[in-house]
């Protein structure tokens, strides 16, 4: 396609367009954790290649699926851009002439999303509930529960419990004194297809997520999914217009309902960053603030924190290689620095990332812990088998 034609296309006609503005400094090359890992990917020879090249070159580059889009390079960039978004358009034109990228576990994510594009699809998405949590028919909180039925069964064997995480947000809200709706057909957001460049069966889910909550009647949808929040709060809205409910991540409605008081716990904690919650959606502070409600418990930054944290390496099941490897183990040495006890993470997929990262290794660092199992361990309304738990069998369980 030579750039004549790519004018002649709207898309990749308002991408040139943006990319021009691009001022050659090289900001994003020096803050990107990919280039940083020295396998030869550099976002500004990205952007100056993909104007000045023959777009189909560019498409075929691997370069456009080695982005992590987790948009460290964009707080930096003195013209604006945003290689998470040039990526994101770049990927669904790359799919519209059959580049879909390489995709990782055999693409077996992918295709069970495509299955949940699918209107007549049967689910048993309820199954995984227990007597122990409070659920609603009608209500004015939804709890969007994600992957987490599909994430169980397919990573498990890391020591990763998606479902016990959803139990225990579920236990969390109770505290707060609310009995959430949730949804008997509910569909995958829609992220990972949308980043993978696949729009079409990406609409289709988000068609059928909308179509269901704006029935339920409820006013506002909370999730522990990052991803799931970001893709209804910007890209939702994008294709369809307003919502007409709101959005939050769970930590930002507990820090706004209010719980008990947690239990003492004397440990060092550090945070990490999801990149949808942190530079995405500019949630920075709901997570900290609840763990400072914890007695005892001490925050410890790692160096890499907030805007300048480092992503897990994971991005849409896509390309997972030496780069996204060498980041998490990078990753995992800067908590284990900190003296933590637990690395604290806010998404369901840094956890399963992680947990990939170190198992069958002689990994000694933090135990990994999602922020909704440490804080129901906290308040004592957690399954069994918790944080706490853990660390009397040794560091370097994933519980």
Known sequence: M????????????????????CQDCGKCTAACPVARVGLGYSPRRFIQRTVRKDL???LFDRAVFACLACDRCGPVCKSGISMANVVMKLRSIAFERGIPGQAAHAGMLQTLMRLMARSDLPQRRLAWL????????????LYFV??????????GH???????????????????????VLLADERCCGHDLLWQGDVNNFLKLAERNLEQVRA????????????????????YPRYFGARGFEVLHITEFLERQGIPRPEYIDAIVTFHEPCRLGRHLDVYDPPRNLLETVPGLELVEMPRN????????????????????????RRLSEAARTGARFLVTAC????????????????????????????????????????????????????
């Not at 030579?2 to 021009?20: K, N, Y």
């Not at 994600?146 to 990573?155: D, H, I, R, S, V």
Request: aromatic share 6%; with cysteine; glycine share 10%.
């Open 306 to 329: 907030r805007v300048s944290a480092t992503c897990c390496g994971g991005t849409c099941w896509m390309e997972c290689g030496a780069a996204v490897k060498s980041l998490q183990a």
């Open 348 to 399: 369901p997929k840094c956890d399963i990332h992680f947990g990939c990262a170190i198992a069958g290794s002689e990994y000694d660092g933090p135990v990994i812990s999602n922020i909704v199992d440490l804080m129901a361990a906290a308040l004592g309304v957690a399954e069994p088998e918790d944080e706490l738990a853990a660390t009397e069998k040794g560091a370097g369980t994933v519980a």
């Open 130 to 141: 227990d007597p122990t949590v409070k659920i609603a028919s009608q209500g004015d909180v």
């Open 216 to 235: 339920s009647g409820v006013e506002t949808v909370v999730f522990s999914c990052p991803e799931g929040l970001r893709t209804f709060k910007l890209d």
């Open 2 to 21: 030579t750039r004549e034609q790519v004018l002649r296309e709207p898309q990749a006609a308002g991408l040139l367009a943006e990319l021009w503005t």
């Open 158 to 180: 890391l020591g990763t419990k998606p479902l016990r995480t959803a139990r225990n947000a579920i236990r969390l809200l109770n505290l707060a004194g609310v009995e959430p």
């Open 56 to 58: 189909d070159a560019v």
């Open 146 to 155: 994600g992957c987490a039925p599909y994430f169980e069964p397919l990573f």
